[in-house]
């Protein structure tokens, strides 16, 4: 089981940009697909991005399509998650996630497809 840490949250004004990090131990991590999920507030936990192990698939939650990009790096054991043009509505816990795949093109936007979560990291943007 991997673990996860992600770190890069903060206290941002609206249009401000962030970048968050999400480092893996304990696994090889290139059996992994990674995801991002958000959780506000009083709302549920949703999908934020996907992306594959080999890095070329990628999926993304409408809301943030076209702001945010989710990448890997392979040989540093992490994946992130570049936050452009942030709005008040972007402000949760951002949680980092791994679900074991089997091939190089999987991944899933679904939250029980991941068996391995982070502890959070908390993204907050003013108006």
């Known amino acids: 089981q991997v673990q996860l840490v992600e770190s890069g949250g903060g206290l941002v004004r609206a249009g401000a940009s962030l970048r968050l990090s999400c480092a893996a131990s304990g696994g090889t991590f290139n059996n992994y697909a990674m995801g991002w999920f958000r959780q506000a507030p009083g709302k549920e936990r949703e999908f934020v991005a996907t992306?594959?192990?080999?890095?070329?698939?990628?999926d993304y939650a409408d809301s943030v399509n076209g702001r945010f990009t989710i990448s890997r790096d392979n040989a540093k054991d992490a994946v992130y998650l570049q936050m452009t043009s942030l709005k008040p509505e972007d402000t949760a816990v951002y949680y980092c996630?791994?679900?074991?795949?089997?091939?190089?093109?999987?991944?899933?936007?679904?939250?029980?497809?991941?068996?391995?979560w982070g502890q959070g990291t908390q993204v907050t943007v003013s108006s």
């Open positions: 992306i594959s192990w080999s890095g070329y698939n990628t």
């Open positions: 996630a791994a679900g074991r795949t089997w091939y190089s093109g999987q991944y899933s936007t679904a939250a029980a497809f991941y068996g391995s």
